[in-house]
């Protein structure tokens, strides 16, 4: 977006480095990367050049929750990475250890090294991912780093203490990493990527690396066992790590804990890059000790012989409540400090990155002069992950996108991220022409369908019935327009072509956003229905200087809840736990009432 | 919206009664009690909360004591309105009850208004939505079973059964939910139909205690019901026999009631406003036509019709007319006058869940008591009785809406779309039942599906 931008970090052989699982995407992530392309994030594109499988989740399901999925090569998505940053303009790279912020007045002035170099900037943002004060655990065993085989960092963490900030702890593990070649695959399931693979981007030019299958094995009774009998050695149980983990990543041996009558657990088998032999076994991850590790790898078909080449582990770290930041990221502390990744309590490189970019967009924004971009949670996955992070916080586990979180799923699709966010990262700078030019081909495509599919109309004669016959669908009574016959649920575009062979000719991607336009327009306005009520009260905004204490009949903790938080809206403000309906009532009658005095 | 100030009210029924309680809410419930309230020895009057204290309430001005009573102090926020609340458990009696409340008021409380403190629980987060209208409902009663139904959602019945009717609802939509999250896992999921049976199911609670709301009026507002019947057959008669008084001229000229004669009556509880009209039959006299127009407008609006026939003589044309134009309304035929030889054999008449037949004399009394209770069976009448009553018309448009929106699932899973539209519908039907306890959402599903389902790769 034209600024003169340093990146300061720890390695910068370890920029773009996938310290956990090397895959991108997944349902309600997969949704994050696309959103994030269309605003003219990286991600996509880098996955999509380096990918060694790409698989579509959730097909059996509605266009909604359809998710991609993709393994990394993590060594190419690493330097891939690397690559984008040397040659953007106005990027300074540099390595270092930053340990203290520079600030004056509330407001940020820049940055100190470990080695005391001083740099200075209108903005700065953290994200500092599991690096705060990390304390690698593997049985009793624990040591200081931010991740294996790099560097923690100390003085972060007591500097944003010093201005006030609110510390807290989290916690996450990763699987040992195996030696391919000491693996039997020869009975084991093999779980291909989809044929052709589907790119991320909605520019890309396809997928470019060689395909590679992943393999699938199950822990038995005598792991869980083995677990059982050294669970007194793993930092969980022992009591010497204290934060809690999440529930939807859990490690092994919280699994057999938790679900005590599941007599094994699935394990996926994934390379963690072509010119590798270490291999991912997701599903895996411990911070038992190693020698447990060892015997308990060696329990699992498949794995009799397998060599462990890097532990597993659970690593503790700091991270700042979200709630302490406003919806631009910025934090509520210190002017021009921005908060985005990990140091929020979250997990996952999407997530990450959704809040890297927008942080780094509204940074740039505030430095114009202009409006923070803050997406509504019927706007963007994007939207949902962060009104969740500064309204709720993050509660003790790590924060993890589902779709499930998003009150409007059936609007923000994977497929229509292009539609819903394009005109904005062009608007912002953000987004290249092509991608724009993209963006507008494509919605006039889709209006054109529409209107065709409207405007013609199938007749109920022998040669129809005969073709719908053909593709073993049931006949047509009366003449039928096109839209009309698209609603039927067992009917898809590709089937109206059989039919109808005169149909112009779109691109999948047309088709499907038609598709799903046509057949689940019911839905799709009642969902706007709902959104439109829910707008009402995302439009009531709050203004920052209301003083709660004027509003009676609202109790103290709420009048405590509200000040910390300091919603944008009577929408948001209802949102935050603890936040009665009533008050939300006093509220919006106390609005009601100075506005028309 | 209210002030932070002290409210105080006598918090039973005027009137006289062994006992009686003032409430005082707010902020001075504490200094205002301490004022004026003498514990025995002159011990300290420190009130420790939930606590019952004996002692007297004095007029600080004079020290005269008023009334030795019973005095408790409840510490917010675990009190009724969710504030600092004092009771005083005084003796009954008009007169001594006030000048407690006068000497509460003189100490800087203000007199509550109708409902406040009921309001400032509500404000509070003390009590639910659906709490706060039985509250208010419960005040409004007009009779003993009104009462006692909104007394069961002011407790907090109908909030409790509807937070179960909304933990069947998550489970249902965990199970949606989870299979759309984490397709990957070994997550035994419901089968596509087995869904659509456990909702269906769903919905039918959910419409029994909807179909409740009709009972529940009949008791809070009065059921009403309509004597009709040739002229002279005996309606007044009857009226006056169910009253048990002379109410209305009774003559053995046809023709005599000419206008509509409302009284009240109680059928076990159950409130009944209760029409006598004028004899119905084709008439030139003016008058008598009127008479008769207003008959059959108060038959139309009536819940339950007791059609009167005179049992000592043959069943005439207009009597067959008016159990026809009758329709399917409930009604009970009161063969009269059986006293008499009779005539009609109840025998003859078609009988049914709406249709009862019961002979009654008004002049000796017999079968009056038969008649009541048939009444009563016939405007009751609910096949399986609702594990709650609903009261209130917005719970009970809210559990329409419910209910619907679970309909509208299952027929999403029937026509095979895909399972997040069947959650768009399972979470209209959500919203409903939350609406009705006035709670917003929350992240209630996830929390679930890693609480039952092993997730995690
Ligand atoms: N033997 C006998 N006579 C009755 C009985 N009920 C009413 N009667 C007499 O029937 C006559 C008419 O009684 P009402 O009660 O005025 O009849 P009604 O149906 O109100 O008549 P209208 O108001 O004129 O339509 C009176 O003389 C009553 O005494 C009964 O059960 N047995
Ligand atoms: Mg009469």
């Given at each position: 977006m034209g600024c003169t931008t340093l990146m300061m970090t720890l390695n910068l052989d370890h920029i773009g480095q996938m310290s956990c699982n090397p895959a991108i995407g997944g349902i309600g992530k997969g949704h994050l990367v696309k959103e994030i392309d269309a605003l003219g994030g990286e991600m996509a594109r880098a996955i999509d050049e380096t990918g060694i499988q790409f698989r579509i989740l959730n097909t059996k399901k509605g266009p909604a929750v359809r998710a991609s999925r993709a393994q990394a090569d993590k060594a190419l998505y690493r330097m891939r990475m690397k690559r984008v940053l040397e040659n953007c303009p106005g990027l300074m790279l540099r390595q270092g250890s930053v340990e203290a912020l520079i600030v004056e007045d509330g407001q940020i002035k820049g940055v100190e090294t470990q080695i005391g170099e001083c740099f200075f900037g209108r903005k700065v943002i953290l994200t500092t991912g599991t690096f705060l004060k990390g304390l690698i655990h593997i049985g009793d065993r624990n040591y200081s780093a931010g991740r294996a085989g790099d560097f923690a960092v100390h003085g972060l963490s007591e500097s944003l203490v010093g201005l006030g900030f609110k510390v807290g702890r989290l916690k996450t593990g990763t699987c040992p990493r195996l030696d391919s070649r000491t693996i039997d695959y020869s009975e084991l399931a093999v779980q291909d990527g989809d044929e052709p693979p589907q790119p991320f981007s909605f520019s890309s030019h396809g997928v470019v690396q060689r395909q590679v299958p992943c393999h699938i094995t199950y822990t038995n009774s005598r792991t869980h066992d083995i677990i059982r009998s050294a669970i007194h050695r793993s930092p969980m149980y022992s009591g010497v790590i204290k934060s809690r983990g999440p529930r939807y990543c859990p490690s092994i041996e919280d699994k057999i804990y938790r679900f005590a009558d599941k007599d094994r657990h699935q394990i996926f088998l994934e390379p963690e890059g072509l010119d590798t032999v270490e291999v991912y076994p997701n599903g895996l991850s411990t911070s038992l000790p190693l020698d447990v590790q060892v015997e308990m790898v060696r329990s699992i078909k498949g794995l009799e012989q397998a060599e462990i080449m890097r532990h597993g582990y659970a690593i503790e770290y700091d991270f700042f409540e979200p709630t302490q930041l406003y919806s631009s990221l910025e934090t509520k502390l210190v002017k021009g400090l921005y908060h985005a990744g990990q140091i929020n309590g979250t997990t996952g490189y999407e997530e990450a990155a959704a809040q890297g970019i927008m942080a780094g967009i509204n940074a740039v924004l505030s430095l114009r002069g202009e409006e923070a971009l803050v997406f509504s949670r019927d706007q963007a996955y994007i939207g949902v992950l962060i009104d969740d992070l500064v309204t709720k916080g993050t509660d003790s586990e790590p924060y993890r996108m589902f779709t499930?979180?998003?009150?409007y799923r059936l609007l923000l699709r994977e497929d229509n991220a292009d539609l819903r966010l394009s005109a904005i990262g062009h608007r912002i700078g953000l987004a290249g022409e092509a991608e724009y030019q993209r963006y507008q081909g494509k919605k006039a495509a889709i209006d054109d369908l529409i209107q065709y599919l409207d405007d013609n109309q199938l007749n109920a004669d022998g040669e129809t019935n005969a073709r719908l016959e053909s593709i073993g669908k049931g006949p047509l009574h009366n003449p039928t327009k096109l839209s009309q016959l698209l609603r039927r649920p067992e009917i898809s575009l590709s089937d109206i072509r059989v039919i109808y062979p005169d149909m112009i000719n779109c691109s999948r991607d047309v088709d499907s956003q038609v598709e799903v336009t046509i057949k689940y327009q019911g839905y799709v306005n009642r969902q706007n229905d709902i959104v439109e009520r829910f707008q009402k009260m995302e439009d009531v905004r709050l203004p920052e200087d209301i003083d709660y204490s004027q509003i009676s009949g609202i109790s103290r903790e709420v009048r405590e809840k509200l000040l910390r938080i300091q919603p944008r809206s009577l929408g948001q403000a209802a949102r935050i736990s603890g936040v009665t309906p009533a008050a939300i009532t006093l509220l919006s009658f106390y609005l009601k009432k100075r506005k028309s005095a | 919206m209210y002030q932070e100030d002290t409210i105080a009210a006598i918090a039973t029924p005027p009137g006289e009664g062994g006992l009686a309680v003032v409430r005082i809410s707010g902020p001075d419930a504490e200094k205002i009690a301490r004022q004026i309230f003498l514990r025995p020895n002159g011990r300290d009057n420190q009130l420790r909360s939930h606590t019952l204290y004996h002692g007297r309430i004095c007029d600080p001005k004079n020290l005269q004591s008023i009334d030795e009573v019973l005095l408790t102090m409840m510490r917010k926020p675990r009190s009724y309105t969710g504030e600092d609340v004092v009771e005083v458990h005084c003796h009954g009696g008009n007169f001594l009850v006030r000048q407690i409340l006068t000497v509460i008021l003189t100490q800087g409380a203000r007199q509550a208004e109708a409902g406040e403190f009921t309001k400032r629980a509500f404000l509070n987060g003390r009590i639910d939505l659906a709490q706060a209208e039985a509250v208010l409902d419960l005040i409004r009663a007009q009779t003993a079973k009104g009462a006692q139904l909104a007394l069961s959602q002011a407790s907090g019945e109908l909030s409790k059964y509807v937070g179960e009717l909304r933990e069947e609802l998550l489970d249902i939509l965990v199970q949606v939910e989870a299979a759309i999250d984490f397709p990957e896992e070994e997550i035994e999921l419901l089968q596509r139909h087995h869904l659509a049976q456990k909702i269906t199911a769903l919905a039918d609670k959910i419409n029994l205690i909807a179909a409740s709301y009709d009972w529940g009026r009949l008791f809070r507002e009065g059921a009403k019901v309509c004597i009709c019947g040739r002229p002279n057959v005996g309606k007044s008669s009857l009226l006056n026999a169910l009253l048990g008084t002379h109410r209305v001229i009774v003559t053995p000229v046809p023709g005599t009631t000419r206008d509509v004669i409302e009284e009240t009556l109680t059928l076990d509880g159950l409130p009944v406003v209760i029409w006598d009209t004028a004899g119905i039959r084709d008439t030139d006299d003016q008058v008598e036509k009127l008479g008769v127009e207003l008959s059959r407008q108060h038959l139309e609006k009536a819940d339950a019709l007791i059609v009167v026939l005179d049992g000592s003589v043959k069943l005439t044309a207009d009597d067959r007319a008016l159990l026809h134009s009758a329709g399917a309304k409930k009604l009970v035929m009161a063969i009269n006058k059986s006293d008499l030889p009779l005539v009609i054999d109840p025998g003859l008449f078609e009988t049914g869940e709406h249709r009862r037949v019961v002979r009654t004399s008004a002049l000796s009394g017999t079968g009056i008591n038969e008649l009541k209770k048939t009444l009563r069976e016939l405007i009751v009448g609910c096949p399986i009785e609702p594990p709650v009553t609903v009261t209130n018309l917005r719970h009970r448009s809210e559990l329409v809406r419910s209910a619907d929106g679970l309909q509208r699932a299952v027929d999403t899973l029937d026509r095979g779309l895909p399972p997040e539209l069947a959650a768009i519908d399972l979470s209209d039907a959500r919203e409903a039942l939350e609406e009705i306890i006035g709670m917003v959402s929350n992240d209630d599903i996830l929390e679930r599906i890693f609480s039952s389902f092993c997730i995690g790769k």
């Amino acid at each position: 977006m034209g600024c003169t931008t340093l990146m300061m970090t720890l390695n910068l052989d370890h920029i773009g480095q996938m310290s956990c699982n090397p895959a991108i995407g997944g349902i309600g992530k997969g949704h994050l990367v696309k959103e994030i392309d269309a605003l003219g994030g990286e991600m996509a594109r880098a996955i999509d050049e380096t990918g060694i499988q790409f698989r579509i989740l959730n097909t059996k399901k509605g266009p909604a929750v359809r998710a991609s999925r993709a393994q990394a090569d993590k060594a190419l998505y690493r330097m891939r990475m690397k690559r984008v940053l040397e040659n953007c303009p106005g990027l300074m790279l540099r390595q270092g250890s930053v340990e203290a912020l520079i600030v004056e007045d509330g407001q940020i002035k820049g940055v100190e090294t470990q080695i005391g170099e001083c740099f200075f900037g209108r903005k700065v943002i953290l994200t500092t991912g599991t690096f705060l004060k990390g304390l690698i655990h593997i049985g009793d065993r624990n040591y200081s780093a931010g991740r294996a085989g790099d560097f923690a960092v100390h003085g972060l963490s007591e500097s944003l203490v010093g201005l006030g900030f609110k510390v807290g702890r989290l916690k996450t593990g990763t699987c040992p990493r195996l030696d391919s070649r000491t693996i039997d695959y020869s009975e084991l399931a093999v779980q291909d990527g989809d044929e052709p693979p589907q790119p991320f981007s909605f520019s890309s030019h396809g997928v470019v690396q060689r395909q590679v299958p992943c393999h699938i094995t199950y822990t038995n009774s005598r792991t869980h066992d083995i677990i059982r009998s050294a669970i007194h050695r793993s930092p969980m149980y022992s009591g010497v790590i204290k934060s809690r983990g999440p529930r939807y990543c859990p490690s092994i041996e919280d699994k057999i804990y938790r679900f005590a009558d599941k007599d094994r657990h699935q394990i996926f088998l994934e390379p963690e890059g072509l010119d590798t032999v270490e291999v991912y076994p997701n599903g895996l991850s411990t911070s038992l000790p190693l020698d447990v590790q060892v015997e308990m790898v060696r329990s699992i078909k498949g794995l009799e012989q397998a060599e462990i080449m890097r532990h597993g582990y659970a690593i503790e770290y700091d991270f700042f409540e979200p709630t302490q930041l406003y919806s631009s990221l910025e934090t509520k502390l210190v002017k021009g400090l921005y908060h985005a990744g990990q140091i929020n309590g979250t997990t996952g490189y999407e997530e990450a990155a959704a809040q890297g970019i927008m942080a780094g967009i509204n940074a740039v924004l505030s430095l114009r002069g202009e409006e923070a971009l803050v997406f509504s949670r019927d706007q963007a996955y994007i939207g949902v992950l962060i009104d969740d992070l500064v309204t709720k916080g993050t509660d003790s586990e790590p924060y993890r996108m589902f779709t499930s979180r998003a009150e409007y799923r059936l609007l923000l699709r994977e497929d229509n991220a292009d539609l819903r966010l394009s005109a904005i990262g062009h608007r912002i700078g953000l987004a290249g022409e092509a991608e724009y030019q993209r963006y507008q081909g494509k919605k006039a495509a889709i209006d054109d369908l529409i209107q065709y599919l409207d405007d013609n109309q199938l007749n109920a004669d022998g040669e129809t019935n005969a073709r719908l016959e053909s593709i073993g669908k049931g006949p047509l009574h009366n003449p039928t327009k096109l839209s009309q016959l698209l609603r039927r649920p067992e009917i898809s575009l590709s089937d109206i072509r059989v039919i109808y062979p005169d149909m112009i000719n779109c691109s999948r991607d047309v088709d499907s956003q038609v598709e799903v336009t046509i057949k689940y327009q019911g839905y799709v306005n009642r969902q706007n229905d709902i959104v439109e009520r829910f707008q009402k009260m995302e439009d009531v905004r709050l203004p920052e200087d209301i003083d709660y204490s004027q509003i009676s009949g609202i109790s103290r903790e709420v009048r405590e809840k509200l000040l910390r938080i300091q919603p944008r809206s009577l929408g948001q403000a209802a949102r935050i736990s603890g936040v009665t309906p009533a008050a939300i009532t006093l509220l919006s009658f106390y609005l009601k009432k100075r506005k028309s005095a | 919206m209210y002030q932070e100030d002290t409210i105080a009210a006598i918090a039973t029924p005027p009137g006289e009664g062994g006992l009686a309680v003032v409430r005082i809410s707010g902020p001075d419930a504490e200094k205002i009690a301490r004022q004026i309230f003498l514990r025995p020895n002159g011990r300290d009057n420190q009130l420790r909360s939930h606590t019952l204290y004996h002692g007297r309430i004095c007029d600080p001005k004079n020290l005269q004591s008023i009334d030795e009573v019973l005095l408790t102090m409840m510490r917010k926020p675990r009190s009724y309105t969710g504030e600092d609340v004092v009771e005083v458990h005084c003796h009954g009696g008009n007169f001594l009850v006030r000048q407690i409340l006068t000497v509460i008021l003189t100490q800087g409380a203000r007199q509550a208004e109708a409902g406040e403190f009921t309001k400032r629980a509500f404000l509070n987060g003390r009590i639910d939505l659906a709490q706060a209208e039985a509250v208010l409902d419960l005040i409004r009663a007009q009779t003993a079973k009104g009462a006692q139904l909104a007394l069961s959602q002011a407790s907090g019945e109908l909030s409790k059964y509807v937070g179960e009717l909304r933990e069947e609802l998550l489970d249902i939509l965990v199970q949606v939910e989870a299979a759309i999250d984490f397709p990957e896992e070994e997550i035994e999921l419901l089968q596509r139909h087995h869904l659509a049976q456990k909702i269906t199911a769903l919905a039918d609670k959910i419409n029994l205690i909807a179909a409740s709301y009709d009972w529940g009026r009949l008791f809070r507002e009065g059921a009403k019901v309509c004597i009709c019947g040739r002229p002279n057959v005996g309606k007044s008669s009857l009226l006056n026999a169910l009253l048990g008084t002379h109410r209305v001229i009774v003559t053995p000229v046809p023709g005599t009631t000419r206008d509509v004669i409302e009284e009240t009556l109680t059928l076990d509880g159950l409130p009944v406003v209760i029409w006598d009209t004028a004899g119905i039959r084709d008439t030139d006299d003016q008058v008598e036509k009127l008479g008769v127009e207003l008959s059959r407008q108060h038959l139309e609006k009536a819940d339950a019709l007791i059609v009167v026939l005179d049992g000592s003589v043959k069943l005439t044309a207009d009597d067959r007319a008016l159990l026809h134009s009758a329709g399917a309304k409930k009604l009970v035929m009161a063969i009269n006058k059986s006293d008499l030889p009779l005539v009609i054999d109840p025998g003859l008449f078609e009988t049914g869940e709406h249709r009862r037949v019961v002979r009654t004399s008004a002049l000796s009394g017999t079968g009056i008591n038969e008649l009541k209770k048939t009444l009563r069976e016939l405007i009751v009448g609910c096949p399986i009785e609702p594990p709650v009553t609903v009261t209130n018309l917005r719970h009970r448009s809210e559990l329409v809406r419910s209910a619907d929106g679970l309909q509208r699932a299952v027929d999403t899973l029937d026509r095979g779309l895909p399972p997040e539209l069947a959650a768009i519908d399972l979470s209209d039907a959500r919203e409903a039942l939350e609406e009705i306890i006035g709670m917003v959402s929350n992240d209630d599903i996830l929390e679930r599906i890693f609480s039952s389902f092993c997730i995690g790769k």
